[in-house]
């Protein structure tokens, strides 16, 4: 399904990723783990079309993305949910899942948009109860199911999560992860997780990839993983 073979970022001479191969196969959920600066944001960021790469090849059902931007990635059916969220806070909640699903309107009809948001709320009932609410007023917690959610309104064949537990309390990260598994066990959304909670994001993995100074260091199943020595001493401390 995704295949990145090689793929090297830059920013001015600062080399972010370095000749990074990995794949996403079909109903996956694979997992990035590595330090802060690894390389795993730049990567998931390349993947998307939001920096270019300066070799290597990035491909989605056999299509290369190597000409093309990131708006028409999201027509292949890539939903990118980034870092800090970013939704659009003066807006309605509603409004916010209505903009996830803008490429749909043009060939569904919107009872099919609806049965999608019913679905979303479904997932996220907090949503639904907001749905009138400014989104920018809502809790850290809320504020990304609602940026998972919104990703979710495209029906996407990848859907890629950059630390969806960040400054949430733990609590909510337990809520936020129990709904990524569930995602995971629909097995329809190929899903690349990027996450700092290392322990969470192997447990959750099909396969993992640890990224250090923007090189693939280890990969594996997310079970090998967890019981790596290296991995347990760099990553998962006591857990």
Request: include cysteine.
């Amino acid at each position: 399904m995704l295949k990145v073979d090689n793929i090297g970022v830059s920013y001015g001479g600062i080399k972010a990723v370095r000749g990074v191969t990995m794949e996403l196969r079909p109903g996956e959920l694979v997992s990035l783990i590595g330090s802060n600066g690894a390389g795993k944001t730049s990567l998931l960021r390349a993947i998307s079309g939001q920096v270019p790469i300066n070799q290597g090849s990035i491909s989605l059902d056999g299509v290369d993305m190597a000409n093309i931007a990131a708006h028409d990635r999201v027509k292949l059916g890539m939903a990118h949910c980034p870092e800090a969220r970013k939704i659009f806070g003066q807006q309605s909640v509603m409004d916010n899942l209505l903009l996830g699903a803008f490429l749909r309107f043009k060939k569904e009809k919107r009872s099919e948009i609806d049965k999608t948001i019913d679905e979303v709320f479904a997932i996220f009932p907090k949503l639904k109860d907001r749905q009138n609410q400014q989104a920018g007023t809502m809790s850290g917690g809320e504020q990304q199911m609602l940026a998972i959610g919104r990703a979710l309104m495209l029906k996407p064949k990848v859907l890629i999560l950059d630390e969806p537990s960040m400054g949430l309390a733990p609590v909510i990260i337990d809520e936020v992860f129990n709904v990524v598994k569930r995602i995971r066990d629909t097995r329809t959304t190929s899903i690349l997780l990027v996450e700092q909670l290392a322990y969470r994001a192997l447990q959750l993995a099909d396969r993992a990839y640890v990224l250090e100074q923007g090189v693939v260091r280890i990969e594996g199943t997310g079970v090998e993983l967890q019981n790596s020595p290296e991995v347990k001493a760099a990553y998962l401390g006591g857990h």
